[in-house]
Structure formats: C-alpha cells, structure tokens
C-alpha cells in the first residue's frame, strides 16, 4: 500500500471527496425531431423551461473518500458513469445535487485528450506539456523521454510527422506520455492502458506507481480487469449511475466478475 499520511498527525490525507454527487444531463431538442432554424431559435427563446428537454442521471449520490498515494480503479458497465465521474471530479461537469472537493489540482487524461491533429507529435508535446503549466524548460528537459516512453518512434521518426498519420493507439500512447512526464496532485486516466502492447502497459503501470509514490491519487477508468488487478489497490464498481461497491481490488472484481459473468 502506497497511502501516505500526514507526519505530524499520522492520519490519511484526503484527496478527493464526493458527497451524495449527482451529475444531470440535460439534452436539448424538439421532440419532433425538427431541426428547422425556426425551431432552433424557439428553443433558444424558451430555454429557462424544460420543454423538450431530456435529463438523463449519469451519476446519482455517488459519495467516496481518495487519500493521497492510491490508485483507484473504476469499473461498470458501458453507460454506467465512470467517464462522467472522472469529468465532475476534473471540475468540466457541474454537480445537479451534492458536491465534489479536492485538495490539489486534478488533472484529466482521455483517450480523447485534444492534442492538434495538424501540428507535427513533437508541437504536441509542447503544447501539452504548457497547457499542464509546464515551463518550456521543463519540456525541453522531459522531452526526449516523453518520446521513448510513447515508444511512436520505434518504426520511424514519427514524432516529426503531423498526429493525423498516427493510428489511434500512437496518439493514446503519446498522450499518456505527455502526462506522465508531470508530477500530479490528481491524475485521472481514462482507458489509455487499453491502447498499446503489453510492454508500453508495463511502462504504464510502473509510471502510475511512480505518480504514487510522489504523493499523487491516481483514478484508472478501464475495461481490462487485469490492467486493474496490476495497478490499483482500491476499486470503485459503478452501475447505473450508483455506486454499487467500493473497497479492496480483489474483493470488488470478484463481485463484477461474477455480476458480469466474465
């Protein structure tokens, strides 16, 4: 266990803090299905009332406690609100009831990070690494290892070429490497150990322990119960938007597990 606690008291530091959080969608249309200009700008004109708004209840009184050096994994169904979560905590989502607190600056990473598709892979490591409020002289100092650790040079020199050559599991790795070059209060990674072979998974893994170890909390959202197993020591288990279960690795896969039939 990787928890670490304050020296003068002893007791867990807490991180992230989710009290009976419930996270609201609201969807806007016509319920014909029009989409006329007309019918745009009626919904624009009556927009402080509900008509023709769908809600849809991603997340509903989730409440937990993060201590400083965890990694906690987070597992569901399809549709059952572990990205939305991830989002609410981030601060990109605003809470419908409840309330989210954090004691240090969480940082978001997706496999959908917006990185410059039409900037070369090396453009994007200075971006990313400014937009995580890295100096330039920082991302010149990580920047040759932001590159071996994404491994995207391995079959050529694919860091000078435009992202857009990139498969989809390149631009993941790069965009996990980019962030995994920063030291975080919060890290949540949102399925990018899903991307890649088994040895940049290793690396990974091994980078999240680091993340640990220098006083971070760490949140995995993934579908591979072994990339789980191998990096968290705590999961929660979401369904249908509720919190179903929350406790040691093992304990919880072996209820998902037999939930699920896997």
Known sequence: MAEQTDQQTGERIPTVIADELHIVYRVHGAKTGKGSATSALSRIVKRGEERGVRKVHAVKGVSF???????????????????????????????????????????????????????????????????????????????????????????????????????????????????????????????????????????????????????GTVFLVSHNNKSIRDTCDRVLWLERGELRLDGPTDEVLKEYEKFTGK
């Open 65 to 215: 406690v993060a201590y400083r050096g965890e990694a906690i994994g987070l597992i569901g169904s399809n549709g059952s609100g572990k990205s939305t979560l991830l989002r609410a905590i981030a601060g990109l989502l605003p809470a419908e009831k409840g309330c989210v607190y954090t004691n240090g600056q969480p940082s978001l990473l997706g496999v959908n990070a917006a990185l410059m598709n039409d900037l070369t892979g090396e453009r994007n490591v200075i971006l990313g690494g400014l937009a995580m409020g890295m100096t330039r002289e920082q991302i010149r100092e990580r920047y040759e290892g932001i590159v071996d650790f994404s491994g995207i040079n391995e079959k050529g020199d694919f860091i000078t070429l435009p992202m857009r050559t990139y498969s989809s599991g390149m631009a993941a790795r790069l965009r996990f490497s980019i962030a995994a070059a920063k030291d975080h209060d919060v890290l949540m990674i949102d399925e990018a150990l899903a991307t890649g072979d088994r040895k940049f998974q290793k690396r990974s893994e091994e980078r999240i322990r680091e993340l640990r170890k220098e006083a």
